[in-house]
């Protein structure tokens, strides 16, 4: 299969296509299972908020880490490489020890300025070339952080919620390929479940549909609520944006990238010779079944653990997403469009 070899900003992106454009009928399927997938999850996260966001984290957490981390390193192989995925894979591990540590004021503050770092690092290797745009968007960094660091509580809420809308950017990156019209509907069904849902849910449009909560949901409504709506009828509308968000989530990774992004799979296999396939889902599966078991004996203790794993997955979004922002994504030839 083709790659696109991109050179921008002086960095050289080498991405793997997906695959080829998909005829009529091909664009259709896609479309269609996304549209089966969000009511069928709509459905399930307001009826039962708390149990969706539990079981599908338990179910497909560790799988969709997996499978996500093959998809970036396949597709953005040309800058997950040397000493600047090095640099990154350091970070990151940083972020680990510190969610594996007793939480405190002095934690939180550490994984928030290792996660500057990532985007600092990101600009840095993106922007090398350019001063000027690099001192703005290092100004820019550090007053985010400087926000984050006054208000934790929010940037861990906005975080959470945040990289439940990070697949919409791999989604509408993937896309570029599709024709014109194919690509316009693609990315409207991507912007409903993404933004206009949620937007709906928050507002209260879906209340009367929402079943009655539970102590669980109450539970969860502390990680997923911002602080000043805590311990209102807010919370439960946090609780289910999340549960619908995250299993739609995982269900971009386990479904339809592995079915509609093979050459990033096959990039990933020949960097990763030994790790194929079903190595990959063997992995993803085992390490689900473990978390599982553990989330039944000691729900806290596996959400911790689970937290500091997903770390590599959640947090090495950002510096590719700021890659793909700063010009350094595969482009369309212009007759292809």
């Known amino acids: 299969m083709a790659t696109v070899e991109v050179t921008a900003n002086g960095a050289g992106l080498r991405v793997a ?9 091909g664009q259709s399927r896609p479309i269609a299972g996304f549209a089966v997938l969000i009511c069928v999850t709509l459905a399930l996260s307001l009826r039962l908020p708390a149990g969706t966001a539990v079981v599908s984290l338990a179910a497909f957490g560790i799988l969709h880490n997996v499978l996500e981390l093959r998809y970036m390193a396949g597709r953005f192989e040309g800058v997950l490489r040397g000493p600047f995925l090095r640099l990154l894979a350091a970070l990151i591990t940083g972020i ?6 007793p939480p405190s004021s002095v ?19 993106a922007l090398r070339s350019r001063p000027l745009l690099l001192a703005a968007a290092g100004l820019v960094i550090a007053a985010a952080a400087a926000t984050s660091l006054a208000f934790p509580a929010y940037h861990f809420v906005v975080l959470t919620h945040l990289h439940n809308v990070v697949p919409l950017l791999f989604l509408w990156e993937w896309s570029r390929d599709l024709p014109r019209r194919g690509r316009a509907v693609f990315r409207a069904v991507q912007c409903a479940w993404v933004l206009l849902i949620p937007a709906l849910l928050l507002s209260g449009a879906f209340d009367g549909l929402m079943g009655s909560g539970s102590g669980w949901t109450d539970r ?3 990680s997923y609520t911002p602080p000043a709506w805590q311990h209102t009828d807010a919370g439960q509308r946090f609780v289910t944006v999340f549960a619908f968000m995250a299993l739609m989530h ?21 960097r990763v010779p030994v790790v194929t396939g079903r190595w990959a889902w063997g992995l993803g599966i085992g390490g689900s079944a473990a978390i599982a078991a553990l989330f039944v004996s000691d729900y806290t203790q596996g959400t911790s653990l689970y937290a500091a794993v997903a770390s590599y997955h959640a947090y ?7 890659m ?6 595969p482009r369309v030839p212009e007759g292809e469009k």
């Open 17 to 25: 296509g997906p695959g080829g454009r998909l005829g009529r009928a």
């Open 96 to 101: 680990v020890v510190v969610r594996l540590l």
């Open 107 to 125: 934690t939180r503050a550490a994984e928030i300025l290792l996660a500057y770092g990532l985007l600092a690092a990101a600009c840095g290797y």
């Open 220 to 222: 969860l409504s502390l």
């Open 250 to 270: 995982y269900l971009v990774w386990i479904w339809f990238m592995p079915s509609y992004a093979p050459d990033a799979t096959k990039a990933f296999e020949r």
């Open 316 to 322: 090495l979004e950002f510096p590719v997403l700021l």
């Open 324 to 329: 793909l922002v700063l010009g350094l994504g």
